[in-house]
């Protein structure tokens, strides 16, 4: 059974190429939900709102999860609130950009 974990690991295949990390771990993943039926919802958010990858890096993440075989369809929403900063960011990011 499908699960948030297999929601994260399709969503690690993501790569931000401005900064050559994945979203989950650069923590722009704020959440997924899976629906009985298959419909998964992604809430993310990006570095900054000017992102001028804003549409193609939500469309990377509906494919992404759409490649899995439980999945019928996949919702991404961009939120702002909280704001992204790169305490988010997993340990090993933080300490690649200097935090």
Same mark, same amino acid.
């Given at each position: 059974?499908?699960? %948030?974990?297999? +929601?994260?690991? $399709?969503? &690690? &295949?993501?790569?931000?190429?401005?900064?050559?990390? =994945?979203?989950?771990?650069?923590?722009?993943?704020?959440?997924?939900?899976?629906? &009985?039926?298959?419909? /998964?919802?992604? !809430?993310? !958010?990006?570095? !900054?709102?000017?992102?001028?990858?804003? +549409?193609?890096?939500?469309? @990377? /993440? %509906? *494919?992404?999860?759409? %490649?899995? *075989? *439980? /999945? %019928?369809?996949?919702?991404?929403?961009? /939120?702002? *609130?909280?704001? @992204? =900063?790169?305490?988010?960011? $997993?340990?090993?990011?933080? &300490?690649?950009?200097?935090?």
């Amino acid at each position: 059974m499908l699960d %948030k974990e297999d +929601i994260y690991v $399709a969503i &690690s &295949s993501v790569i931000d190429p401005e900064v050559g990390c =994945n979203l989950v771990e650069l923590g722009l993943i704020y959440d997924a939900t899976i629906s &009985s039926d298959g419909v /998964v919802h992604v !809430t993310m !958010t990006l570095s !900054t709102r000017g992102c001028p990858l804003h +549409i193609a890096m939500q469309q @990377w /993440v %509906k *494919e992404a999860v759409e %490649k899995l *075989e *439980e /999945v %019928k369809r996949c919702d991404v929403e961009i /939120v702002w *609130e909280p704001a @992204w =900063n790169i305490t988010m960011a $997993a340990p090993h990011v933080r &300490s690649r950009f200097g935090a």
